[in-house]
């Protein structure tokens, strides 16, 4: 049995204007000490299913269904004593923005302190210590200054270093990273990626990152999940995906890649934008930017506006597209007839 | 979309208002509603005072100084004449209430318009100018400010006062006290248009419009000033509330209408010296109708904020 | 934190000369030294050789910088109604209205803080809508009226008659809305206990303390429910911020999520509002000291004015302007403790 396993989550938001289904039907699994990539548009859902792991979506969002089971334990059901004793402690997180996630009335000695308190029955003196140690493994310069220091008096990247140091705190099982480089300086981005990553490896952490950046998820996770409109629509070992995907958006985002466009020409885009979640498509939500809703032979699949596709098996990849269905399904044929 | 196959017509005012947010969530809105009824109720009653009010209360002939202390209707012992009672001079209480709404109202409203002229002003020059004259214009609100604005308009009042002499400054107490708290209240304004010039200073229109090589008066009073508007309009309604305490407030301490002309504050004041022997009429008929008048204007300023949200100068 | 005293202390300053201008100029238009000093029938040039000695007739600038020199030494001039040096008649009615101020405080701080963050975590609750509800209307009465209102039901006393008297539910409920009014609702009471100098305080005798509830409930009323939704106000929107997800995200509790990582947040503008409406509180001590005949420094400022006793007010101005710059003084630094980032920079960020 995995260690994480999500099945069919299906998170809403109750609007004013009526329910916005923000993630549907998604489903994935983590083993210990593996690291999954979640990749997508701002506003595909990552996020959202991020927090709602933890069951920390703020209202009016709500986890309508599906299941999320941590060692056998079914987080979305558990009370907020139990969820509170599993936060920040066999599986913390990495926010986005370093200068808005840390209080800034509160020392980062305070910060770290409070939350190995939170979880273990130590004395402030240990918990320093253990702070101390932390903070020395996410290679902070003078360490014990930075205890009693405040996050204003920090820059940036450092600030990362220090809620890095932070999820690692408890010797988490898994740690949930939402873009945890975006905010950063493009020069400080790779440092902190790696600096992640080894840590991830020596202590064996599970990691489940956040990002729009296909590089980083190239180099960093062994699997990834693409999500478009707050849905999974591919998914597979990671060097599969980048290096054949699928799914028509998945070739879409890799193409628009700076490194695939030709010299001197456009940079291959996708053409349109993400629709609204409160205002989906018909069938494949994906269906009016893609180029390959038209078959061989000129005719629009219909399929692809009235029904929502599944996973197909393509590989060691699944994706969700009619076309690829079909393109497996004449593979299949030819090789019966063959 | 529509563009090829009808031309748009601009929507008349009337329906951009019908199709605002604004006018949506009024429609929702119990309480909003009913503090407009009552508002508009007791504004409209007020002005209408002469036309409405049984006696006239300036009219010393009309006043029957045997019928005094008289109370309400629904105690025993009253006289029909009277609806709520008669005060201690024997005025009827019905009329003096209407009459006395009616100067608390002109002077809310008239402190109000001087603030905001004055405030506005400031503020855009401050905001818009920078500099020296910013510094000097925040200051001077922090200082009045730090004094608190009941405690300037009280120490103005005062020294008024004893300048000119009580039966001078009684005469002229309508315009003087539209004067004082204009004059005590403008640094809110000038605070808040300043927040938003400054927001909205480093905009792209407005460098396109300097571009355009307009002039900076103009700059400030055609491109910025509609852009500050919703949060002047919002903190006006709270102004209002605030104008009409502070004048009751001077009127209860005699530095404001005295009690030939009274406002509610007077009436109050007035009413004040018979409540130990029973007649709390007086006092209270006055009081509630400025409450009811005050909470009103405040519940629509609440709401106005909730549906409005501008971004309101804070500390 | 030096520079930061020093700009405070250069603020204070300024404020003080600003203050002491205004007063100097209201004195030396309004007040007539020699009409009070001598009769009506000393003769023109005696009049004019007395105003020569006393420098009356030297300019404005030479006259402010005397004045102030006077003033920093500690004398404001004489009263022309007490008869005796105008500080220690201030001083003598500035314990009340500090114990006043005080009682006051003392009841907004002790309400408006759990009231104001209940409302903010649970906005939605019937409780909250109540004290929000309530709030506002005690918003829009007047501290005097409230003050009356107060008279009215625990010192005269209502008599509600409109149920039944006969049926036993009736008179229950009568007497459930009617009240005794056995408050006292004049001056200070007979008990006070001499402290020190000047010092005769309401807080240590029940009389005292009686005499003292109605007054500080009026004072607070206003400010109370001010604070109540300033507090909800930036409590709500702290509780929206990253910092606050993140805390939750650590797995801590709740109540230290709310107490100390949004409530420290949440104060740090509510301590600077605090700080302008010390001076507003001083101002309302005027009308409350007037409807309850306390005597301090309001009731005091209020007969000065209608005594025309100048240097009285010019006195109280100053001394009010003296408790607004140190009070502020004092909020500032609450304030750069509280906040990290004022350290540095001299200036909350």
Redesign the interface.
Known sequence: MALLEVSQLDVRFALRQGEVKAIRDVSFTLERGERLGIVGESGAGKSVAAFSLLNLIAKPGFIAGGSITFEGQTLNTMSERGLRKIRGNRISMIFQDPMMTLNPVLSIGEQMVECLKAHRRISSKEARAIALDKLRQVQIPSPEKRLDQYPHELSGGMRQRIIIAIALLLDPDIIIADEPTTALDVTIQAEIMALLLDLCEQHNVGLILITHDLGVVSQVTQRMLVMYAGRVIEQGPTREIINDPQHPYTQGLINALPQMATPGEKLNQIRGSMPSLSNLPSGCAFHPRCDFIKRADGQTRPVCIEQVPGFVQAGNCQAACHMVAELMEDRRLKEESQ | MTMTTKPIKAPSRFQRFSDSFLWYSFKRDRTAQLCLAVFICLVVAAFAAPLIAPTDPYDLRQIDILASELPPFWIDGTDERYILGTDAQGRDLWSIVLYGTRVSLLIGFGAVILQALLGVTFGLMAGYLGGRVDAFFM?LAD?Q???????VA??VG??V???MGSSFYSQYAVLMLVLIIGLAEWPQYARTVRASVLAEKNKEYVDAARVMGLRSKRIMFRHVLPNTLSPIFVISTVQI?NAI?SE??LS????GMPETHPSL?SL?KAG?DY??S?S?WI??IP?AV??VL??SI??LG?WLRDVMNPRLY?? | MIAFLIKRLMHAV??MF??SVLAFA?QD??GDPIQQMVGQSVPESEREALRERLGLNDSFMVQYVRFAKNAVQGDFGYSYFYREPALSVIARHLPATLELVFAATLIIVIFSVPIGVYSAIKPRSIISRFFMGVS??G???????TA??L??IFA?GITVSIFPESTGWGAWLNGLFSTQGNMPSFGRGYDLVHVVGHWDTNLASWNGLKHLVLPAISLASIMLPLFIRLIRAEMMEVLQTEYVKYARAKGISMRRVYFVHALKNTML?VI??G???I??M???T??TE??FQWPGMGLMF?DA??R?D?PL?VSY?MI??VI?VVT?TIVDLIYGYVNPTVKLTGKPA
Do not use: C, E, H
């Open positions: 200051r200082i400010l730090s004094f608190s604005t009941l405690m009280i120490v005062a020294v006062k004893a300048t509330a305490i009751a407030a209860f301490l005699g530095l504050g109050i004040f409540i130990q029973g709390w006092t209270l009081g400025l409450v005050v909470l405040n519940l609440d804070k500390g | 300024l404020v600003v203050i209201i238009n309004l506002i209307i918003i829009s009465i007047p501290v005097f009226l009356i209102v008279i009215q005269i503008p600077t509002v700080g302008v409406q001076g507003t001083v101002a309302y005027i009308l007037t409807v209020l004015i209608n025309a100048i007010i101005l009010v302007g607004f502020n």
